[in-house]
DNA sequence: GATTTTTTGTGAAAAAAAGTACAAAAAATG
DNA sequence: CATTTTTTGTACTTTTTTTCACAAAAAATC
């Protein structure tokens, strides 16, 4: 089991990687990587001997073969359904957002109890959260976003623990009661900002 | 000097002294505060002991006094605004964000390249990016969110830190390599949500 | 092909974070 | 008002994470 704090890390890697190769290398050492992400060559080079990826002495570590292992941890190669459960502000700029559509995932609907969103002009469906449990058995969704009012929150995440949802990206600022099967992931927009207001 | 990560735990702790507050409380136990927001009752009181905040024994911390101190590491009670560089997707979505109205942090304007924004139907100003330097300094805006493409994000950045931003929230997927004295904070969507999918 | 240089890989040490345990305080009870 | 109960505050222990240090491998040089 890989601690959140080295997934997080790997990912972060993996954006390092993708720069160095559109600047047109196919080798890193690890004090590039390291200096491109902001950490020690040495946690560098720890986190990929621990999912045992190997580099060759002197030689580095091969761009494609560390961005392959690193798409392996995320299962980039099999299927990566994701539903949105609210439609707002939050919501909806995630069922535009690029990022995941470049990652293959897919965003298979989203939801949310106002009929006015129930329109062909959103980028993804959007139906009424009553059809939640038939959209994710239909597709087998094991992923889904929490971008609600936070007094729906957690019935919202009932329901989709309920259908079969494995893991939850949630945005409403409430901390959800799930059971140990169920992993949540949780982006507070708000509190991100204000950390920084330590600072200032 | 306080960690992010403890920071980022008062923040949580805020949310659920709010709701606590809704609930008619005005009193927590740390074991109340620590089931809410998913962590031990002794890092809860070691939190607070942290920053000085003292509870009564027996009759538990007062709800009021701990968001009056919480609120004060955060500097709630000064000025607090923001920009928003890249009025895209997220920009747009985070000029929106009710959220940062109601702790009392304004959104000055919104910077973006594209004139087709520069329109009065936004919730606030947009201009082009020439115009960062003059707002700033005419705000003292310390705290920017960059939500540009990643291609644009250092240029954007050193453009803020050269203006007197001190503080950065950067949605980008790239590192941006800051003078010592900017603080910068890292959300990035995609990892955010991929990190999920090593649990399904 | 021997030597030097560079870089990985990993044990050992250090630092940071979290958990345990309990004395001290204070409210509640008898 | 003495005793019991409850909860804070903090020293101490354990665990986790990071850094240090260096042997081993391999490319480059002589």
Redo the contacts between chains.
């Keep these: 089991m890989?601690s959140?704090k080295i997934?997080?890390r790997f990912?972060?890697y993996r954006?390092?990687l993708h720069?160095f190769q559109r600047l047109g290398f196919t080798k890193v050492f690890s004090y590039n990587l390291g200096e491109?992400?902001?950490v020690t060559a040495e946690q560098v080079r720890k986190d990929f001997s621990l999912l045992g990826i190997k580099g060759s002495k002197r030689g580095g570590y091969d761009i494609e073969y560390l961005l392959l292992e690193i798409n392996n941890?995320?299962?980039?190669n099999g299927e990566?359904y994701?539903i949105i459960v609210g439609m707002g502000?939050?919501g909806?700029?995630?069922a535009?957002?690029q990022?995941?559509r470049?990652?293959k995932?897919i965003t298979v609907a989203g939801f949310d109890l106002d009929p006015s969103k129930y329109t062909r002009k959103n980028i993804i469906p959007v139906h009424h959260p009553d059809k939640i449990d038939e959209i994710v058995r239909e597709y087998g969704v094991?992923?889904a976003?929490i971008a609600v009012p936070e007094a729906a929150g957690q019935e919202v995440c009932d329901r989709l623990v309920a259908s079969g949802i494995?893991?939850?990206?949630n945005f409403s600022?409430?901390?959800l009661h799930v059971p140990e099967h169920v992993?949540v992931?949780y982006?507070?927009?708000?509190?991100?900002?204000?950390?920084?207001?330590?600072?200032?």
């Design positions: 890989i959140h997934l997080k990912l972060l954006i390092c720069k491109e992400a902001g941890i995320f299962k980039q990566r994701v502000n939050i909806q700029a995630l535009n957002y990022g995941f470049e990652n995932i094991k992923t976003i494995r893991a939850v990206l600022p409430i901390i992993t992931n982006v507070n927009l708000r509190n991100e900002l204000e950390s920084l207001f330590y600072y200032t």
